[in-house]
Structure formats: structure tokens, C-alpha cells
């Protein structure tokens, strides 16, 4: 649903880590198609105030951008006039306001600290909206371009998204501090997206490819590993 249904879920995880407004907000961090749906729940939650910082790696900021990219990279004949009729057909077909599948605005909007991570060579979200944002942003947004595919920036490039990522923490350091955010919730948070980003990066080329069993198989077995390594671990404490 290009984040129009999946937000309230979410809305969901948000309500319970930051269960008041008056209480430390939450940093977001949104992978792919989990920049649409942080970019319909900013648009449209109640409770979208509570967020106070976000990081955004291939963010889907675009449905019209990305049925034009899907439609070139495949080397369709009037690729654009197929992904423009695509366009129209497709909310009739499901029955959900696609022209509204666009959320980049709301990131430009978007008050707080922003970090975006991109690679030039993403077969599946195009970089242009990305680097769109990143400009109307100017100083207040953070970046980190490469020349990857979907999500693989921080495995082309790890040194280079560590530095980018720290100047990122800064500003959320200091937001943290003006808004009594734990500094622990911001450190597992970023600790939770780094961790995950191989896994996420594998899995998603590997569906992309059609070979779903990879990223079955790379799931089942980060989590086997780590459940593995947690409970011997536990065993010496």
C-alpha cells in the first residue's frame, strides 16, 4: 500500500515508546518502502510530534517516481507513457489514493534532524527524489550518496556512512539533550539499524532477483545466530 495502510502500525509502535507528549519523542529509522510509511504517518498521525529525528536509507519517497524508474530499467518501449498509464490504473485497481503515495514533501517539512542514504545504482527506488530532498533540506539534512544498489551503501562504502552517520548523531545528541530524549534510546536505536542493514540489504536484492529462498535463509539464520550467541553467552553470567 505504499505506507497508506501500513502507517497506523507504526502510529502503534510510536504510542508505546513515546506514550506521552510530554515524554522524550523517538528516533525513526526507515529502509525502503519504510520511508512511505514514516512519510504517511508524519502526514497523517496524531501523533506524529513524538518523532523527533529521523534516518532514511533508499526511503520509497515517490510512487509515480518509482513505476517511471521499475518501467526504464527494464528497457520497456515508451516507458514513460507505460508508467504514467500504470499510474492511473493502478487506484482503480486497488482502491487506494496512489496520487497521494507521495511523501517527500513531508520529510522537507519534517522539523527535526534527517539523515539520507542513497546509491546511485538502486534498481528498485530511484535516487532522484532522494537527492531532491537532500537539497531542499540545504544544511538541515545529512547525506550520504553512493554509487550502490538497493540499500548496499553501507557495505560499498562503511567508513564513509559511519562518518556521515555520526555527524547525523550529533544533532540527535543535542536534540536528545533539549528534549530529555534518553541518550540510550537514541544509541539502541542506531545500534538496532546497524546491525540490520546487511541482512535487510541481502534480503531485499535477493527478492528483487527472485530468489526469495536467500533472503528466507538469511533471515532465519542472522536470527538463529544471534539467539545462539545471546543465550551461550548468558551462560557465562
Known amino acids: ?11 502503534a509502535a510510536v504510542a508505546r515508546m513515546a506514550p506521552g507528549p510530554d515524554g522524550p519523542g523517538v528516533l525513526v ?26 534516518a532514511l536509507d533508499s526511503p520509497a519517497l515517490s510512487f509515480s517516481a518509482m513505476l517511471d524508474h521499475i518501467a526504464r ?3 520497456q518501449p515508451f516507458a514513460g507513457t507505460m508508467a504514467r498509464a500504470a499510474g492511473l490504473m493502478l487506484p482503480r485497481m486497488t482502491s487506494l489514493p496512489l496520487d497521494t503515495a507521495e511523501v517527500a514533501e513531508v520529510f522537507r ?15 528498485i527506488v530511484p535516487i532522484g527524489p532522494s537527492q531532491t ?28 556512512y559511519r562518518a556521515a552517520f555520526a555527524t547525523f548523531l550529533k544533532g540527535v545528541l543535542g536534540v536528545a539533550e533539549w528534549l530529555r530524549l534518553p ?16 541482512e535487510l540489504a541481502v534480503s531485499s536484492m535477493a527478492a528483487a532477483s527472485g530468489r526469495p529462498g536467500i533472503g ?11 539467539l545462539g550467541l545471546i543465550l551461550g553467552l548468558a551462560l557465562f553470567f
Do not use: C
Open 1 to 11: 500500500g505504499f505506507g497508506l495502510t501500513e502507517w497506523p502500525d507504526l502510529e
Open 29 to 54: 529509522v526507515a529502509e525502503s518502502m519504510g520511508g512511505a510509511i514514516l512519510g504517511q504517518f508524519l502526514a497523517q498521525s496524531d501523533l506524529a510530534g513524538r518523532v523527533t529525528a529521523v
Open 73 to 75: 530499467l527494464d528497457g
Open 109 to 123: 517539512a519534517f522539523p527535526g534532524p534527517l539523515f539520507i542514504a542513497h546509491g546511485a545504482g538502486d534498481r
Open 133 to 160: 530532498l537532500a537539497a531542499a533540506r540545504g544544511a538541515t539534512a545529512v547525506t550520504l550518496w553512493s554509487k550502490a544498489d538497493h540499500l548496499g551503501s553501507y557495505a560499498e562504502a562503511p567508513e564513509d
Open 183 to 198: 541518550k540510550m534510546l537514541v544509541a539502541t536505536t542506531l545500534a538496532a539499524f546497524a546491525t540490520s542493514s546487511p
Open 216 to 226: 528466507l535463509g538469511d533471515a532465519l539464520g542472522s536470527n538463529v545466530v544471534n
